[in-house]
């Protein structure tokens, strides 16, 4: 089929699930799913946003961005009971985490009851739906889409390196984001080749999933900055296991961005086009 009758499809079907997820959400099923395809549908403007235009990327990408904000706050703490779950800690230090992380929300001046916020989320994922009747992509041809493909792939490329290099929490941060998109760009177009595709797909979810925790940790890191028990020794236990789950997750990133981005984007772009050709 044409790229842009498939893109079409793609979001038809993303906004679709989006919507079953945040009523999900509203009714206490969790955040993490509706925010995911939040980030897949994301990812799908920046393939098709050489063929798009900038106006409609930027309008639909606001709308999406302004969805998932709204359920951060619950996606975060969601974040921190997984990740604290996996550090290697006495039982009283996770406990006093805990409490401490429970004494932060409590603090917080008026907030936002889940229920209201997938309310609001679904309702600019409408307004979305309504835009994408509007959108205007060339008929034929699939350049626009081998466009947005090496632009995510290059920023992927380039923030990892800069990410890894300098260790900095933000710089990973952004790396992240692009290696997302670079991972649902793959996802899309896993049956191009069926048989190598895939596999790609399961190198590039380890390399999110590590930079994802390593997210999950600065964050836990920032949050109890102000923490301070009576026993000091727990807080020294707290730092270490941090770091320590730290430094195998950065081992991770260094391990499969080396091999996941080895070509320049120009060599990146070529290839998935001839797979396109050939698929076609």
Known sequence: ?????SARKVMRKLLEASAVDLRGAAAGAGVHAARRNIKRMRSLLRLVRPGLGTVAFRDGDRLLKQAADLLAEARQAEAFNAILAKLNMSDAARSAILSYLRSLAGAQAVPVALADAAGKSL????????ELRRWRLPRR?????????????????????VALRTEDAEALHEARKHVIHNLHHTEILRGLWPDVMP???AELTVLREALGEINDLDELTAAIGGFAPADKSILT????????????????????SAL?????????????????????
């Open 123 to 130: 309702g600019l994922i409408a307004q979305l739906e309504a």
């Open 141 to 161: 041809g699939r350049s626009f889409c081998i466009g947005g493909l090496k632009r995510s792939y290059a920023l992927a490329r380039r923030q990892l390196a």
């Open 199 to 201: 596999a790609i797909v």
């Open 260 to 280: 996941l981005y080895a070509e320049k984007p120009s060599a990146y772009a070529q290839r998935i086009d001839a797979m396109w050709r050939a698929a076609a």
């Open 237 to 256: 236990e707290i730092h270490a296991a941090i770091s320590a789950l730290h430094s195998v997750h950065l081992a991770t990133a260094r391990r499969k």
């Open 1 to 5: 089929k044409p790229a842009a009758t």
